[in-house]
């Protein structure tokens, strides 16, 4: 058992309450109660005080504060838009899933509050087109709240409108940031805007617009309930409240994991998922939020989970995607597996990432194949050190941070890959 348990989940709901997903269930346990007194008896300015005060932070990736970007949108710019981003496309990730087919309710019920909190009367959902029963499931619960008259016109006799729609996207990774979902959203080519300016003032349509992602609004509805107070005993103070997990590679027990944010590595490898799932192949290196993350090691497992504790150490926790692996993968192969996805997912938009992550795929293909040359981890570093910080947006990066980790943690192993060929 865990040594850190968390006694009530605050988005993973459906693993304390039996059907949770089902609208009268929902409505059971205090569904959509929070909707209407948001609506009915708190102002927009109230909601984003009390979201600043939680500090919660987007779980997307960035961590940014999610009530600081709500306040940024302008009050006198109409319409505003909110848009959730469902896409979910890192590699590893898979939380979201668990929310959207389990607990869709208490995200309807979070992007109510959060729209009318930042102005908006229109939300979208951008899911990917992959998530085919997601999307369909989203479609229908969303049409059970609207026939109750929790979404629709003159909510709770508010006379505040808002209506949630359902968006597939066509399956990019690059869709997953959030101006390239926007020019999706659309019906553009899903490319990344430059900024500024900023979604907040400039987004979707050219109006106000604040992006989300599924997890973070789920704990909308909790923290208008039980305060920022309650939502900060989990966690630590730069990073409260709790973070699904996703888990995958070689542990005992795989899966979504909701853990308070603070927990070491060591104790969320070893405690709740069950340790390496061989014993005899001790672990070899941490993925810990993502493909787009810098590896991490055993020297690491002592790191806290939070996202400034990972940011401190080179990496991030990211949306929540930590693969293990053990001492069976080989590096090489490890590496040009990432990197030949960012190469295919690379929107071509820019040259660095363009061209950088095709010549990345093509040194590591040739080591791999047994045809590697005297020089190659050298201009694999070569050719990272013109991509970083050179490209568009951050896809270009993450493709570097699989080259980076190899030479930082494994050079010896790339140097005998090499040499065993010559």
Known sequence: MPKTEIKEHIVMRNRDIENIRDLDVYLANGGYAMAKQALTSMTPA?????????????RGGAGFPTGVKWSFVPKELNPKYLVVNADESEPGTFNNHEIIDENPHQLLEGIVISAFAIGANVAYIYIRGEFAY??????????????????GKNLFGSGYDVEIYVHRGAGAYICGEETALLESLEGKIGQPRLKPPFPAVAGLYAKPTVVNNVETLTNVPRIIEKG????RSF???????????????HVKKPGNYEIPLGITIREFIFDWAGGMRDPNLPLKFIIPGGASSNWLT???????????????AGTMLGSGAMVVLDTSVPVVRAALKVDEFFKHESCGKCSPCREGTHFLVKVWERIDEGHGRVGDIELLADVGKQMLGKCFCPLGDSSVSAVNSAIKFFRPELDAAIDAQH
């Open 298 to 312: 055993e020297e690491h497992l002592d790191l806290p989970m939070t996202w400034d504790d990972m940011a401190a």
């Open 235 to 249: 966690g630590t103070e730069k990073s409260p409240g709790t973070k699904a997990v996703s888990i995958s590679g």
């Open 228 to 231: 920022a107070d309650w939502f």
């Open 134 to 151: 997601g999307a369909r499931f989203l479609e229908q619960k969303i049409a059970e709240a609207r026939e109750r008259g929790l979404i």
């Open 46 to 58: 109230a909601i984003i005080d009390e979201v600043k005060k939680s500090g919660l932070r987007g």
